[in-house]
């Protein structure tokens, strides 16, 4: 069992930036895809961010169409964790930000494709 916690989330004015963090807990997280989405009200959860780590040490990253440019995802395997570094925050960014791990690569980009979950952290950005 992995058990995932977000944090960092907050109220950020448009144009401000954030960054999000998420601790892991397992001894393999250097094996775990981690993925970011996010959900606001009266909306489906939205695919964000993941980074996978190759058996050959290379990091491979992957964004939704609405972030490229301006989120990072990044990850300290040394310490179980990634980030979501989110500049350039529009009001559309509001929601709750949930991170996840998965231990297949398949359908990455979908939240169907991951095992384990946070609680969510809200990110509101103000116009």
């Known amino acids: 069992q992995v058990q995932v916690a977000e944090s960092g989330g907050g109220l950020v004015q448009t144009g401000g930036s954030l960054r999000l963090s998420c601790a892991a807990s397992?001894?393999?997280?250097?094996?775990?895809?981690m993925g970011w989405f996010r959900q606001a009200p009266g909306k489906e959860r939205e695919f964000v961010a993941a980074?996978?780590?190759?058996?050959?040490?290379?990091?491979?990253?992957y964004y939704g169409d609405s972030v490229k440019g301006r989120f990072t995802i990044s990850r300290d395997n040394a310490k179980n964790m990634v980030y979501l570094q989110m500049n350039s925050l529009k009001p559309e960014d509001t929601a709750v930000y949930y991170c996840a791990a998965s231990r297949s690569m398949v359908a990455l980009t979908q939240s169907v494709g991951y095992d384990y979950w946070g609680q969510g952290t809200q990110v509101t950005v103000s116009s």
């Open positions: 980074s996978r780590w190759s058996a050959g040490s290379i990091h491979y990253t």
């Open positions: 397992g001894s393999t997280f250097s094996t775990y895809v």
